[in-house]
């Protein structure tokens, strides 16, 4: 098996992993409302209540 075709499967898999990960952590939404709020210091008012959570499907990108 090639270098070049190695490498992008090790790729691959990182960024499932990464995904998953992702996925698990930010499903519960106390946690999704932890990461809104270190994002966004200026909204003090928010709550888990508000917070809707959207999966986008078949994205297209470069560089797969």
Known sequence: MP???????EVNAKRTVKN???LD??????NL???YQTLHPEDA???????DI????????DNL
Do not use: G, P
Not at 25 to 30: D, G, H, M, R, V
Not at 45 to 51: F, G, P, R
Not at 54 to 61: P, R
């Open 25 to 30: 952590l930010f499903q519960n939404k106390k």
């Open 45 to 51: 008012e928010a709550t888990e209540d508000i917070l």
């Open 3 to 9: 270098d070049d075709t190695k490498q992008a499967q």
């Open 20 to 22: 998953s990960v992702f």
């Open 54 to 61: 959207v999966t986008i499907d078949y994205v297209l990108t």
């Open 33 to 35: 409302l932890e990461l």
